[in-house]
């Protein structure tokens, strides 16, 4: 079955300490995207990418970074310069045109 | 830039009763999709309904319809019959037809079943 993968379902970061946050989709969509919830604020895009090798800030893509050098795959690293980046993390991946297949997410928490 | 506001963070509704949850949009473009997604406690994001701009009919889907007021920006969700399945966060979202395919999304309403 196709679909949208997000690996691990719980991640747990020291202070100080980068962690990447897997997103692998089969598919066959061209664009993919990472946003951050928070309670109370909906979701909000962190990056997104149309194409291999091109990405895209959204709106809140400070302390964060991606890549996408397969289309099947566009990880989220959380940098240690994010000073709040305890949330639950959603990828998303769609056709141009498309409507959206979301992951089923990962719960970040900083301890 | 776009902005999506939902004004209930939360709502209540008796199991079987009808319920209908507001949203409103500003923007400056003509041709658009809206979205409303339900989130279920599993927090996996599930497609609920869909309306494109140009199409002035309704968009519908089995208990779920909308109520597409262009003019006013306006993009609610009526919920019929409501089932205790249908307990959960619901966003109401906004994607461009032109350039880029992001969707923004409102801040949620919490839709409670009693019943």
């Known amino acids: 079955d196709g679909g949208i993968t997000q690996s691990p379902k719980y991640l747990f970061r020291k202070e100080g300490q980068n962690v990447t946050l897997s997103c692998e989709q089969n598919?066959?969509?061209?664009?993919m995207y990472w946003y951050r919830q928070d309670p109370g604020q909906g979701l909000r895009l962190i990056y997104y990418?149309?194409?291999?090798?091109?990405?895209q800030k959204g709106d809140i893509a400070e302390g964060y970074s991606v890549s996408r050098e397969k289309k099947e795959s566009f990880p989220l690293t959380v940098t240690s310069a994010q000073k709040n980046p305890t949330a639950f993390y959603l990828c998303a991946s769609s056709l141009l045109g498309g409507g959206y297949t979301f992951g089923s997410g990962t719960r970040l928490t900083v301890v | 830039a776009q902005t999506v506001t939902q004004s209930q963070p939360e709502m209540s509704v008796q199991e079987a009763e009808t319920v209908t949850l507001s949203c409103t949009y500003d923007t400056s473009e003509s041709d658009y999709y809206l979205f409303w997604y339900k989130q279920p406690p599993s927090r996996q994001m599930i497609l609920v309904i869909r309306?494109?701009?140009?199409?002035?009919q309704n968009a519908t889907e089995n208990r779920f319809s909308v109520n597409f007021q262009k003019a006013a920006k306006s993009f609610s969700l009526k919920i019929s019959d409501s089932q205790l399945g249908d307990a959960a966060m619901y966003f109401c979202?906004?994607?461009?037809?032109?350039?880029?395919?992001?969707?923004?999304f409102g801040t949620g309403t919490r839709l409670t079943i009693i019943p």
């Open positions: 309306q494109e701009a140009y199409k002035q």
């Open positions: 598919l066959n969509h061209d664009a």
């Open positions: 979202a906004y994607r461009s037809n032109f350039g880029n395919e992001k969707l923004t």
């Open positions: 990418s149309q194409i291999v090798n091109d990405f």
